[in-house]
């Protein structure tokens, strides 16, 4: 009988693991462009409004976060990575400041000066609503399916929590036979996304 795709993807990856990718440059995901279906899809997030909220869950220093930004909307991050929110902004050229985030301890948040990219250098289990407010839209590329799959339902969980009534979230996932690819990126079966965030 074929093993189901979470028996066969059990790797966890702890923070640590991702600070060191970093650190070591093992960043493959990192794209130099915006992502394709970003820009296909997004007027479905944006849905006629003007300048709303986006959350990037697991930003790393995607440069999708600029190129909303400069259309006008506001965007927050969160990655565990100080290298990358930081690399995100000076290879951006936009100024930023650095703060301490009252509520988590240790972390921080990384601002550009205008006060339109805040992006916060924590693990995302750490932020709340109290923290960062509801968003009008999630762009998930690289975040749900980089997720241990111990920590998928909490992390949907986490998602929900962070919608406001009208957010509109793009999740972008993929296809392959699990038993050839250890993960990260993790195989997420359509059905499972439908039972985690189908509601
Ligand atoms: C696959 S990368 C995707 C980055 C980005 N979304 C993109 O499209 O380029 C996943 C990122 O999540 C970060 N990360 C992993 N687990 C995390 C966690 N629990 N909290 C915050 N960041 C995390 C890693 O440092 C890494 O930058």
């Not at 990192?30 to 007027?43: T, Y």
């Not at 400069?70 to 991050?77: D, E, L, P, S, Y």
């Not at 509109?168 to 993790?186: A, D, I, Q, S």
Request: with cysteine.
């Amino acid at each position: 009988m074929m093993e189901s795709s979470n028996q066969v993807q059990n790797r966890v990856l702890s923070e640590k693991d991702w600070i060191d990718n970093w650190e070591k440059r093992k960043i493959g995901f990192h794209e130099a462009d915006v992502h394709k279906l970003l820009i296909e899809f997004l007027d479905d997030m944006v849905n006629n409004r003007k300048q709303i909220k986006i959350f990037f869950p697991l930003c790393g220093k995607a440069v999708d976060m600029n190129w909303l930004a400069k259309m006008g909307h506001t965007i927050v991050g969160v990655d565990v990575s100080e290298l990358g929110l930081k690399e995100f902004f000076e290879e951006s050229n936009i100024p930023y400041v650095e703060e301490a985030v009252p509520g988590i301890s240790g972390a921080k948040v990384f601002k550009s000066v205008s006060g339109n990219i805040s992006l916060y250098c924590c693990n995302l289990f750490d932020l709340n609503e109290t923290i960062v407010g509801k968003f009008d839209g999630i762009w998930d590329r690289g975040s749900m399916v980089a997720m241990n799959p111990i920590d998928r339902e909490r992390y949907a969980n986490a998602m929900i929590s962070l919608m406001d009534k009208d957010c509109r979230y793009l999740l972008v996932t993929l296809e392959y036979n699990p038993k050839l690819h250890p993960g990260p990126p993790f195989y997420v079966p359509d059905a499972e996304l439908e039972k985690l965030l189908g509601k």
